[in-house]
């Protein structure tokens, strides 16, 4: 079991003197609290978690490797299944006096909540910071009102894998700021007609994709950024898929998958995280610099550390 590190995964797991329940407990672990698992033995580990020692049920225990690369969050079946809402006990109520931000964020919360404090737990940063994050991204929506994940279409993204070398199609469809090329999307179906803003619907998100796919499914797949976390497709590799396609069906099959993915996301494919030090440092607009590109980097820093405050208000 050596490198080998435990989340709680049970709302209150008792810690014993001995690998059975014929004596009192020691103390207990809330749901997420990482432990060190010293040795595994039959249904129950010996851990140690701060200055509290002694044998859990391995039953209430998710295993996961202290080394980012070992394995991908979405595999871990116990993650895959885990309660996505948290317990009764931490439900935060709405209230009308809460506003906007506030209102938000509870809802992230107890929709989500359950599976986010596990998973802060693995990554060590604060919920609070996850919650923020998915608030930016899509107001913590996962899916549309038709059951469609939320999508966002990069016409510049297309453009680089596919329009550079069939401009005039390109062209004829799509368009988009040539000095900021986050800007200036859009969109016609008829290179005739009109063009189409079409970013903050997912109506007109859905139609710009699935035009684009006729196209090149590969290409149009890797340029929308997908569900919760709105994660790139071109960053699937990254989050431990073998394909896009893969990505695409799991982030539209569930939720989990979305917050998993976003986890692994945060985690990359190295020993250390650049997303994961500046979450943990409370540096929300270097965060941003690395999650959302340099183009509005300071416009996203502080929108996330709005939706942090707003989420701890609730809390105290």
């Given at each position: 079991m050596a490198n080998k590190t435990g989340l709680v995964n049970a709302a209150s797991l008792n810690v014993r003197p001995e690998p059975s329940t014929a004596k009192p407990a020691l103390g207990a672990l809330t749901r997420g609290t990482?432990?060190?698992?010293?040795?595994?033995?039959?249904?129950?580990?010996?851990?140690?978690?701060?200055?509290?020692?002694?044998y859990v049920s391995g039953d209430y225990v998710t295993v996961v490797d202290n080394t980012p690369t070992a394995d991908?969050?979405?595999?871990?079946?116990?993650?895959?299944?885990?309660?996505?809402?948290?317990p009764e006990s931490k439900?935060?109520?709405?209230?009308?006096?809460?506003?906007?931000?506030?209102k938000m964020a509870a809802k992230v919360w107890n929709?989500?909540?359950?599976?986010?404090?596990i998973l802060c737990g693995i990554i060590e940063v604060e919920?609070?910071?996850?919650?923020?994050?998915?608030?930016?991204?899509?107001?913590?929506?996962?899916f549309d009102a038709n059951n469609r994940m939320i999508i966002r279409f990069e016409n510049h993204i297309f453009w680089n894998l596919w329009g550079q070398k069939n401009h005039d199609t390109f062209n004829a469809h799509f368009?988009?700021?040539?000095?900021?090329?986050?800007?200036?999307?859009?969109?016609?179906?008829?290179?005739?007609?009109?063009?189409?803003?079409?970013?903050?619907?997912q109506d007109n998100e859905w139609l710009v994709f699935d035009f684009a796919r006729k196209l090149s499914e590969n290409a149009a797949m890797n340029a929308i950024s997908m569900g919760g976390p709105q994660v790139m497709g071109f960053n699937c590799s990254a989050l431990g898929y073998g394909s896009v396609q893969e990505m695409f069906a799991n982030f539209s099959s569930d939720i989990r998958y979305q917050v998993l993915g976003l986890f692994d996301f945060l985690r990359g494919a190295g020993s250390t995280s650049k997303m994961i030090d500046a979450l943990q440092l409370k540096d929300y607009t270097r965060f941003a610099s690395y999650y959302n590109g340099s183009g509005q980097t300071p416009v996203y820093g502080a929108r996330i550390e709005g939706y942090v405050n707003a989420f701890k208000s609730l809390k105290s």
């Open positions: 990482k432990v060190e698992i010293l040795e595994k033995l039959e249904g129950w580990y010996r851990i140690k978690s701060g200055s509290l020692s002694g991908y969050l979405w595999e871990m079946e116990l993650l895959r299944t885990a309660q996505l809402a948290p439900v935060i109520p709405v209230l009308a006096k809460h506003n906007a931000s506030q929709d989500q909540g359950g599976l986010l404090e919920p609070a910071a996850a919650v923020a994050v998915l608030c930016v991204e899509s107001g913590g929506a996962g368009a988009f700021n040539a000095q900021k090329k986050w800007l200036g999307h859009k969109f016609r179906q008829d290179s005739n007609a009109a063009w189409l803003d079409f970013h903050g619907k």
